[in-house]
Structure formats: C-alpha cells, structure tokens
C-alpha cells in the first residue's frame, strides 16, 4: 500500500466532478501502447473521449456497456494525438510476492488494476457523492 497523501480542505474535494458514464466503444489508442481510447455516455448530448492506460489489465471488448466513475471536470488533454477530457477511475495495487525491477518500478504485470464500476445501472451522467 503506498502512503496516504496529506490532507485537503472540503472546499477542494468539493470541486471535483464525478460522475456516472458508460462505456459505448472502447479500443486500442492507435499511437500508444499502453492507453485504451474510451468513448462514453456521460449523460450529455455529445459525450467525451477519455484515454485511460488500462490496456495490460483490460480488453476493450469487456468494457463496452460497463458503466464506471469518471472526474468530469478535468481540463482536456491531449495524449499522443487523442484528446483525453477526464479521468476513469481505477484501484491498484500489487500482487503478492511483486518484486521491483532494477530500476525500482514495478512492471505492469505486477499489479493489479481494477476499474471502478457500479453494481446497479443509473443514468449516465448521475453525480457521485
């Protein structure tokens, strides 16, 4: 488990814009090897793209139609060509008996990376409090 970060005032927390979307297309980003190009429903009229580097954990076939928590209110970025306009949230954490490279970093098959998804469908778009 890595060490908790300081704290942080409420009014900080609270500008964050979580929200509900489903995944309706998910597949491999065409310039990078480790980012999967998500397109979501985010309860608006003309979703968003996000690029989220989940592609070692994740084929993007099993992701399509699961719906997941996302920060909405991110500035977009571009990431290798692909606009990015928020974030999918995911845990991690490593499996047991991982051991660093020499380098100190743990590859990507030492860890485990689940995406957070709900367990009863809402709208997309629904606020995460």
């Known amino acids: 488990m890595s060490e908790p970060l300081p704290n942080i005032a409420y009014d900080l927390f609270a500008k964050l814009d979580l929200r509900v979307a489903t995944i ?13 190009k998500l397109k979501l429903d985010d309860g608006t009229p003309e979703g968003r793209q996000v690029c989220a580097g989940i592609k070692a954990w994740y084929d993007p076939t099993t992701l399509v139609g699961k719906q997941v928590i996302i920060v909405a209110n991110l500035e977009p970025r571009t990431l290798r060509g692909e606009v990015s306009a928020g974030m999918v949230l995911a845990a991690s954490d490593l499996k047991d008996g991982a ?10 098959d030492a860890r485990n990376v689940i995406v957070l998804t709900l367990d009863k469908p809402v709208k997309p778009g629904s606020k995460v409090s």
């Open 24 to 36: 309706r297309s998910a597949e491999p980003h065409p310039n990078a090897d480790k980012l999967l």
């Open 99 to 108: 051991t660093p490279g020499a380098d100190g970093k743990f590859a990507d």
